[in-house]
């Protein structure tokens, strides 16, 4: 049985727990990932640090898919999407706690159990097998 990914309800838990301790959340971000929309002039090392807190950002929302907002870089309005799957961590500016999240491998198929031989379904076992087993018995090991 395959499950969801748990980072995006950790994601917003640790949210609300940072901003009921009258912290400022951060979350650091896969700048390189796929579907990542940042600002790249504030890019360092293929990640990027984001103030999410109310204050801000404008239209904050974070589903199960994407932390979404719009928020002000040099003053300027800029879009920002961020895929849950681009987000590493998240943290209280003022204390740095938080969490950073594992990279997340991808959900290996389960193995299909292997058919029985069909020598063991399908065949009777002829009475000159049965002759050479003998009786079936137990002795005990120490």
Excluded at 60 to 85: C, K, Q, W
Excluded at 119 to 128: A, C, G, I, N, Y
């Amino acid at each position: 049985m395959s499950m969801n990914s748990s980072r995006p309800y950790l994601l917003r838990a640790l949210y609300e727990w940072i901003l009921e301790n009258n912290c400022t959340p951060y979350i650091l971000v896969n700048a390189y990932a796929e579907d990542v929309q940042v600002p790249q002039d504030y890019v360092k090392d293929g990640q990027i640090i984001l103030n999410i807190s109310p204050v801000a950002v404008h239209a904050l929302h974070m589903s199960n898919d994407a932390v979404e907002f719009s928020g002000r870089f040099a003053g300027i309005p800029t879009p920002v999407y961020v895929p849950v799957m681009a987000v590493m961590g998240i943290y209280a500016k003022e204390n740095g706690q938080g969490m950073v999240f594992d990279a997340e491998k991808p959900v290996p198929t389960p193995p299909v159990p292997p058919k029985p031989p069909a020598t063991l379904t399908s065949v009777k076992t002829s009475q000159s097998e049965k002759k050479t087993r003998g009786r079936a018995s137990l002795r005990v090991v120490k």
